[in-house]
């Protein structure tokens, strides 16, 4: 294994403080491990609280700032944060107007951030509604979950979500639009590599030379089925067919994700992006914006996954929507 390490256990405060340095428009709890937006809480605005296991960078953190989360938790290297973590980000940034946390279908991200919403509830009596994302199509259960997992939709739902509650609306109107976004969208991904996780020091699954992985899941679980490796083109059909298989996109703007599991080149990721593109065009699905890059990872797996969002003109205007993040940043 080589990694840019010193302490394996050390990894994530340390790479907390050097995104606190980073980043000074940040504020960071090392105690508690949450980093938050410099001006929460913003009274009167609905704010977003998201989170999870360290290793899928930027998520959640590099998504904080204004049109976007108000906090993110970090949890150990793939690893849900514990309630307490959550309880601090929602206070933090309770500014009168309730709270939505954001949630991928991963059992104990689920399971701990309930936990964290009613210790909140009940001590202080703020509104807290959860949205679970479970935008992933290649598996229904998995050893993570109950039902799909959630993935890349939740970079695009933090994004319009977070610009509606930039707006003011309410956090009823937040949440039922936090709800349509993640079932307007669907997911999936592929790896060449499995990841290491710098505790364990080994890949976590075997994949010799010569196959891929087909369904993949973000925490470095093995996918739906193991194939020959295949040309960019013939990936690109294996990640779009079941997406138009599971949700009619056709005659809808879509918003095309096309994301990096962290160790794949953006030169070979703009090429998929040209493969799925051709595909939804002759599948009649027009796509109206797009986002190429590693935003929601793996830590040094190589692969990637398709996300496509069915859009219309509200979606679309909060996409464009201004946003100031370490990691996404336009109009502002």
């Known amino acids: 294994m080589k990694k840019l390490v010193n302490e394996p256990a050390d990894l994530v405060a340390q790479a907390l403080r050097g995104l606190a340095a980073a980043h000074p428009d940040l504020r960071v709890d090392h105690d508690h491990r949450i980093v938050v937006r410099a001006d929460a809480p913003v009274p009167g605005k609905v704010a977003l609280v998201s989170g999870g296991g360290s290793g899928h960078e930027p998520l959640h953190a590099g998504f904080v700032g204004p049109g976007m989360l108000d906090a993110a938790c970090l949890g150990e290297i793939f690893t849900s944060p514990v309630p307490d973590q959550v309880v601090e980000a929602t206070r933090a940034v309770d500014g009168g107007a309730g709270v939505l946390h954001i949630v991928k279908n991963y059992t104990g ?99 010799p030379d010569g196959e891929m992985e087909i369904g993949i899941g973000i925490h470095g679980e093995p996918g739906r089925r193991r194939v020959p490796l295949a040309t960019a083109h013939e990936i690109a059909e294996m990640l779009v067919e079941p997406i138009l298989a599971d949700l009619d996109f056709t005659g809808s703007p879509a918003i095309l994700f096309v994301n990096g599991m962290g160790a794949t080149p953006l030169l070979e990721l703009y090429l998929m992006y040209d493969e799925v593109a051709g595909l939804l065009g002759k599948a009649g699905v027009p796509v109206a914006r797009s986002l190429v890059g590693p935003y929601i990872t793996s830590l040094d797996m190589a692969g990637c996954s398709v996300t496509v969002l069915r859009a219309d003109d509200e979606l679309l205007g909060l996409w464009d929507a201004p946003v100031r993040t370490p990691n996404l940043r336009w109009g502002a």
Do not use: H, Y
């Open 109 to 207: 991200d689920v399971l701990n951030f309930e936990m964290a919403a009613e210790l909140v509830a009940a001590e202080t009596g703020t509104d807290v509604v959860a949205v679970v994302t479970d935008d992933d199509v290649a598996v229904r259960d998995s050893t993570w979950t109950a039902g799909r997992r959630g993935v890349g939709v939740t970079v695009l739902l933090e994004k319009i979500v977070g610009a509606a509650a930039e707006q003011g609306r309410p956090l009823a109107a937040v949440a039922d639009l936090a709800r349509r976004v993640n079932a307007s969208g669907r997911s999936m991904g592929m790896a060449l590599t499995s990841c290491t996780v710098p505790a364990v020091g080994r890949p976590t699954f075997d994949l």
